[in-house]
């Protein structure tokens, strides 16, 4: 069992960054591969970008692209979604997740352990 805890969400001006970081307790992270998903008010779950177990790859959505970053330090078990440009649609719940099998996977039933999300609020 994985448990994953987000930190760092909060409410930041249009334009404005905030990193969210994403700390598993599993010593065996490495084996995972990692997602960011968000969810706004009466949407369902987005994704928004994966992380293969090494951190050699990565994938976007399209409405992230160039304005989210995100990384990992296996051996400090974290996962970040940097988050710059931010846009007062960007505004939503951040839940990171992590998949025991191959990297690339956008849908969140692909993904097998999820924590409990941290809230984003852009304002314009």
């Known amino acids: 069992q994985v448990q994953l805890v987000e930190s760092g969400g909060g409410l930041v001006q249009a334009g404005g960054s905030l990193r969210l970081s994403c700390a598993a307790s599993?010593?065996?992270?490495?084996?995972?591969?990692m997602g960011w998903f968000h969810q706004a008010p009466g949407k369902e779950r987005e994704f928004v970008a994966t992380?293969?177990?090494?951190?050699?790859?990565?994938f976007y959505a399209d409405s992230v692209k160039g304005r989210f970053t995100i990384s990992r330090d296996n051996a400090k078990n974290t996962v970040y979604l940097q988050m710059n440009s931010l846009k007062p649609e960007d505004t939503a719940i951040y839940y990171c997740?992590?998949?025991?099998?191959?990297?690339?996977?956008?849908?969140?039933?692909?993904?097998?352990?999820w924590g409990q999300g941290t809230q984003v609020t852009v304002s314009s």
């Open positions: 997740a992590a998949r025991r099998r191959s990297y690339g996977y956008t849908l969140s039933n692909e993904y097998d352990y």
């Open positions: 599993e010593h065996t992270v490495i084996d995972y591969a």
């Open positions: 992380i293969s177990q090494t951190g050699r790859s990565t």
